[in-house]
């Protein structure tokens, strides 16, 4: 996979880049299907962005949060959005693949 970090207005510095890697690819091993992730930080008027978009096979996934003092914040509660998306998306993938058993059909 594929992962990019860039900052607009910040500086990523190795510890940055290291905690984001680290955050972004817990959630990414729930989920192997995943080509490539864009993380975008910045720092706006005093407010720290976070934002990410993971491409998967057929469905993107997009999150961002923000924090008025903290980027590690902010990344922390981008990438619990993510789990939640990630973890729908492959919930309903794979309920959709269950087998009818004879108890569900009525007999």
């Known amino acids: 996979m594929n992962l990019n970090i860039t900052g607009h207005h910040v500086e990523v510095t190795p510890a940055l880049q290291s905690y984001v890697e680290e955050k ?3 959630v990414l091993r729930h989920f192997d299907h ?3 992730a ?3 930080l910045r720092v706006e008027r005093n407010t ?3 934002e990410v978009t993971v491409h998967v096979k057929g469905k993107d996934f997009f999150a961002e949060a ?3 003092a ?3 914040a902010a990344i922390d509660f981008m990438v619990d959005k ?3 998306q990630v973890r ?3 919930e309903i993938v794979t309920d959709h693949h269950q087998p009818v058993t004879p108890a569900a059909q009525g007999e």
Request: proline share 4%; hydrophobic share 30%; no cysteine.
């Open 48 to 50: 720290h962005k976070a």
């Open 88 to 90: 729908k998306h492959k």
């Open 66 to 68: 923000t924090d008025p």
């Open 82 to 84: 993510l789990d939640r």
């Open 24 to 26: 972004v690819g817990r």
């Open 34 to 36: 995943a080509t490539s």
């Open 70 to 72: 903290d980027l590690y």
């Open 38 to 40: 864009q993380v975008i």
